[in-house]
Each structure stands twice: as structure tokens, then as C-alpha cells.
């Protein structure tokens, strides 16, 4: 037996003990004076039968409370057409009427009230003691509206609270989805930008020490130049990876540093045309303050567009980088006129173009990569602008 219905039957006997108290020793000798009370009943076994019957149906109120309300009021009807008088079951009625309020809907919980006042009516009516003020009738009205009122507050409260904690729990799985969702994103953010930044270094210091390698005999000091741009390159390489991972760390604050931008082309360009790549780059209608997410991403499709053409385009390629300021619209592309190299099947097929292509769809630019009709390759993406930018 749970909590519940133990309550519920400890109940239903504290009831039924109170009104076989109040019918024994309020019988008709004991009224209030006045009263008429011709023909009433002497309370006896079959009278407190009845009332520990109308007030054994406490025990399943919550179960079937409607059913126990009627239940209850059998008992109470037959001790008013025996002549015992009403009102000795009265504390039970109240019980089962509260009972449906409170666990019932608002039809059910009506229902139980017309049963209950309607019964009061019949047995006042059809009882030994005779008829009284209006009065009466009224305090007995207000007295069963007030308890079904207490139900159906009880009802409604119980109803707010449970509506309250679905709202949380929907709240919270909708924060613990969110989370997730920020969650994915960073560490899609991460591989993207930790891509870009590994396979464009160890790509020109690949180029660089083969290079190194091959002249390492005949000119040394060529060699010792392009191994020096490889510490170089490697050194840039780990500075920009403590700043992507920096903010990873929990044990104290993070080395921040600018991420780079479109106004680090030349750089970038530079850099290239030492690892053996000839780049040419134009920049072409007025520089207008760009979006940080997109000067980023513009950044990142060319150093990912010259680091392909450095790999794939082949020896004696040239690469063009184009920033075109369109009105509300930023072009950036990337074209070598190579005829390609054989791919190292060895080599996992990378993700740096498809990092770009996510990098562009997040800004809502439009991406064009494939060959040229007249040879070699292509990387283009068109950035809008809005509000002025």
C-alpha cells in the first residue's frame, strides 16, 4: 500500500469515528431546543452501520472520487428515510466532495457538487425534523460551495505547479540541446581553423626543406636560407595554434592574439613566393571595414586556395589572388593557371576545402571551386555585405 491510500484510510476512520460520535450523542434527545423532531430515530447498531459505511468510501477517495461520493451518499439517504435524521454524515460528504474537486475536471467536479447539494436538499426535505428558515438551507449551500471551492483551488494550484515543472524540464532540455549545439560548433570551429593553420605551414615547410635538401651540396647557403624559413614558418605555425587552443585552457588565462585578416594578404603572399610559389596579388574598388567573421574567413579561403596550388598546381604554376569591394558584396579569389600533380594516395583526402565551404555558408556567401576552362584552377567566394559594411 502506498503513502497515499494509507492516508486515505487513516482518514476515512478518523471520519467515521467523529460522526459515530456526533450521531450517538447528539440524538433526538439531545437537539436544540425548538426543534420538532416528531418521529426521529434513537440511535442504535443499525444507525452506526450506516455511518461508518458513508464514511468508508474515504478510503479510495483519490482513486475514484466520484464514485466514492456516491457511494457515501447512499448510506446518508437511507438514514434519512429510516428516520435517523440528517446531517449525522455530514463530515463525510464534505470529505468526498473536496475529493472530487480536487482530482476531478471541472464537469466531474460540478457533477459531484449538484449529487451533494441535491442530496442535502432531499434528506432535509424528507427527514424526521421539521422544515426550518431559509436561512439554514443557505449556511448548509455556502458551506458545500465553500469546500468544492477549496477542491477545485487545490486542483488548479496542483495543475500550476506540475505546468511549472514541465516548463523547467522542457527549459533545461532545451538548454542541455543548446549546449550541445555550442558545443559541436566550437569544436567544428576549432578543426577548421587548426586545418587551415597546420596544412598551409607544413605545406610551404615541406616545399621549403625538399628545396633545402636539393641544394644542400651544391649552395649551401641557399640551404641554410631555406631552412630558415622553415623554423620561421614553424614558429608562426605554433603561435597561431596557442591562440586557437588558448581558450581551452582552465588553469589560468589564455594567450589571446588578433586573428589575421585580409590586411595580412601581403603577408601571406610573401610567404608563399619564398616557399617557391609566384603569387601575384590585386586588390581592386575602395577597402571598406569588413565583418570580423568575414574578414576571417575571406583570409582563410586564400591561404587555403594557395596552399592547394602550392601542393597540387605543380612545378613552374602561378597563383593570382583577387580581393575585388563590390557595392554590398566582398569577392575574394584564388587562381593558378597549373596543370595539376597526381595526388599521393597514401594521403587522407584533407578538409580544408570543405572548412571553406562551411566558413562561406556560415556568412551566407556563395562559394565556386573547379578548374578553369583554359587550365588550372579556381577557389571564388562572394561575401555580402549589409549595413554599410
Not at 433526538?28 to 425548538?34: D, I, M
Not at 649552395?219 to 603561435?239: C, I, N, W
Not at 588558448?246 to 619564398?274: C, K, N, S, W
Request: proline residues 6%; contains cysteine.
Amino acid at each position: 500500500m502506498d503513502q497515499s491510500r494509507l492516508h486515505d484510510a487513516v482518514l476515512a476512520v478518523v471520519v467515521a469515528a467523529a460522526s459515530v460520535s456526533l450521531f450517538v450523542l447528539y440524538g433526538p434527545e439531545r437537539l436544540a431546543e425548538g426543534l420538532p423532531v416528531h418521529g426521529m430515530r434513537a440511535p442504535d447498531a443499525l444507525g452506526v452501520a450506516l455511518v461508518v459505511l458513508s464514511c468508508a468510501p474515504i478510503a479510495v477517495r483519490r482513486r475514484w472520487p466520484l464514485s466514492a461520493l456516491w457511494a457515501g451518499l447512499a448510506p446518508e439517504a437511507v438514514l434519512s428515510g429510516l428516520g435517523y435524521g440528517t446531517g449525522t454524515a455530514s463530515l463525510s460528504g464534505m470529505v468526498l466532495l473536496y475529493s472530487v474537486a480536487s482530482h476531478r475536471g471541472l464537469a466531474i467536479s460540478l457533477v459531484g457538487l449538484v449529487v451533494a447539494l441535491a442530496a442535502y436538499l432531499t434528506g432535509a426535505a424528507a427527514g424526521p425534523v421539521g422544515p426550518v428558515g431559509w436561512n439554514e438551507y443557505l449556511i448548509v449551500v455556502v458551506v458545500l460551495v465553500a469546500v468544492w471551492g477549496a477542491g477545485r483551488s487545490l486542483r488548479l494550484r496542483r495543475a500550476y505547479l506540475e505546468e511549472l515543472k514541465d516548463r523547467a524540464a522542457r527549459l533545461e532540455r532545451a538548454h542541455a540541446a543548446d549546449t550541445r549545439a555550442a558545443r559541436a560548433e566550437e569544436r567544428s570551429r576549432i578543426a577548421r581553423e587548426l586545418h587551415d593553420v597546420v596544412a598551409h605551414h607544413v605545406s610551404v615547410m615541406t616545399v621549403q626543406a625538399a628545396a633545402a635538401r636539393r641544394v644542400l651540396e651544391t649552395d649551401p647557403e641557399l640551404a641554410r636560407e631555406a631552412l630558415s624559413a622553415v623554423e620561421h614558418t614553424g614558429r608562426l605555425a605554433m603561435t597561431e595554434m596557442r591562440n586557437i587552443v588558448g581558450v581551452l585552457r582552465t588553469d589560468g588565462q589564455a594567450e589571446l592574439g588578433p586573428q589575421p585578416a585580409v590586411r595580412d594578404l601581403p603577408a601571406l603572399v610573401e610567404q608563399m613566393r619564398e616557399a617557391g610559389l609566384p603569387v601575384r596579388l590585386q586588390v581592386e574598388g575602395t577597402e571598406v571595414p569588413l565583418p570580423a567573421g568575414v574578414d576571417l574567413a575571406a583570409y582563410r579561403l586564400v591561404q587555403e586556395g594557395l596552399t592547394n596550388s602550392l601542393r597540387h598546381a605543380g612545378p613552374g604554376a602561378k597563383a593570382t589572388v583577387t580581393v575585388r569591394y563590390l557595392p554590398g558584396e566582398l569577392d575574394v579569389s584564388v587562381e593558378d593557371d597549373g596543370v595539376g600533380v597526381k595526388d599521393d594516395q597514401s594521403e587522407p583526402p584533407g578538409h580544408g576545402l570543405v572548412g571553406i565551404r562551411e566558413r562561406v555558408t556560415l556568412y551566407g556567401g556563395i562559394l565556386n571551386i573547379g578548374p578553369l576552362p583554359g587550365g588550372g584552377f579556381e577557389v571564388r567566394a562572394r561575401f555580402p555585405l549589409k549595413d554599410g559594411q
